[in-house]
């Protein structure tokens, strides 16, 4: 898989709460094709085992907003990962960039835990991707 690392979202990032990936990135200019309607890959996968208690799952949101500090963030696709499926190498099934572009985009982390329970290791790297795998099934 190739990351562009100017459209990485999140590098590794370690996930131990509800939080918004490392990096934000401008979109004015540099994916035109999103209004032209050409499906722009992008790839939230997993890259580290979550470990911990009470793990019930994280929703990866991709967010849009006006502004870098994302004061009014609009979800523009979601997935829950249920805990079972938190190992290195799943992939989240968000396959392109979603219409609704306002300038900046995120993917934020929404951990679920019950009572009492904590995340101590688990990983995601996200972002624009030349190609994804799986692209042919969502044609």
């Known amino acids: ?27 004015d200019g540099r994916l035109k094709e999103i209004a032209f309607g ?24 991709i967010q849009t907003s006006v502004d870098e500090a994302f004061t009014s963030p609009i979800v523009l696709a979601e997935t829950t990962i249920p805990a079972a499926s938190l190992k290195a190498g799943y992939v989240a099934p968000i396959n392109f960039i979603p219409a609704g572009n306002k300038g900046f985009m995120r993917v934020y982390y929404d951990v679920t835990l019950e009572n009492g329970g904590s995340i101590t290791k688990g990983k995601f790297t996200a972002g624009v991707v030349a190609a994804n795998d799986n692209s042919y099934q969502d044609m």
Do not use: H, W
């Not at 990351?3 to 401008?26: G, H, M, P, Y």
């Open 38 to 61: 050409t499906p722009i890959p992008v790839r939230i996968q997993c890259v580290e085992d979550f470990t911990g208690t009470g793990i019930t799952s994280v929703a990866v949101k």
């Open 1 to 27: 898989m190739l990351f562009d690392k100017e459209l990485l979202f999140s590098d590794a990032q370690a996930i131990t709460a509800d939080a918004a990936s490392t990096n934000v990135v401008k979109m």
